[in-house]
């Protein structure tokens, strides 16, 4: 199984500052990386797959990169709404497996 | 619009059985694969199965490989999770999720239901 871990825990960021969300992956899964975020009693939402192509509907300001075992999320410029748990997820082979999570709040 | 929308959730004792149904519309559900996906409360999220789209393909996390089974109707446009021998550790808001790609899988899941609540407890 492939170990996913996210690092930092909790991001506390300004609003309008930038923030960089990371993704280590235990061995290479290509670029089979996706981005989701979730808020509080809400279902998860993607963002991001195939490592950097943002999904259907996802502004500009979110951007993703990396490949083999090293990803970073990237949002420009925070806004109120961004603030939420940010997971990623390989679908490289099975089981799929998601990080633990990174806490992205308010500074 | 896209939507899935779980059902039947609800607290059951353990060792007992619960089957959860997950309802599509607004595409043609029968052209792709649909997820599973499971959260412990406080916790994070865990796939636990996979279906292709024409149900001949099944996958499943070893948490759960054995006791639960996942089908679907795709004339009723609708999918199941059949959890037998639930345990507390299986306690979770249970998403359905559709894979991105049509007519395969192995993709990200791009739309999500809003999830069932799931309660294991004596």
């Known amino acids: 199984e492939i170990v996913m871990t996210q690092s930092p825990a909790t991001l506390s960021v300004s609003p309008g500052e930038r923030a960089t969300l990371s993704c280590r992956a235990s061995?290479?899964?290509?670029?089979?990386l996706a981005w989701y975020q979730q808020k509080p009693g809400q279902a998860p939402r993607l963002l991001i797959y195939?490592?950097?192509t943002r999904a259907t509907g996802i502004p500009a300001r979110f951007s993703g990169s990396g490949s083999g075992t090293e990803f970073t999320l990237t949002i420009s410029s925070l806004q109120s709404e961004d603030f939420a748990v940010y997971y990623c997820?390989?679908?490289?082979?099975?089981?799929?497996?998601f990080g633990q999570g990174t806490k992205l709040q308010i500074k | 619009q896209v939507q899935l929308v779980e059902s039947g959730g609800g607290v059951v004792q353990p060792g007992t059985s619960l089957r959860l149904s997950c309802a599509a519309s607004?595409?043609?559900?029968?052209?792709?694969?649909v997820h599973w996906v499971r959260q412990a409360p406080g916790k994070g999220l865990e796939w636990v199965a996979l279906?292709?789209?024409?149900?001949?393909?099944?996958y499943y996390a070893d948490s759960v490989k054995g006791r639960f089974t996942i089908s679907r109707d795709n004339s009723k446009n609708t999918l199941y999770l059949q959890m037998n021998s639930l345990r507390a550790e299986d306690t979770a808001v249970y998403y359905c999720?559709?894979?991105?790609?049509?007519?395969?899988?192995?993709?990200?899941?791009?739309?999500w239901g809003q999830g069932t609540m799931v309660t294991v407890s004596s």
């Open positions: 999720a559709r894979d991105r790609f049509r007519y395969s899988y192995g993709d990200a899941f791009d739309i």
């Open positions: 607004g595409f043609t559900f029968s052209t792709y694969a």
């Open positions: 279906i292709s789209y024409d149900g001949s393909n099944k």
């Open positions: 061995q290479s899964v290509s670029s089979n």
């Open positions: 195939g490592a950097s």
């Open positions: 997820q390989h679908y490289y082979n099975w089981p799929y497996t």
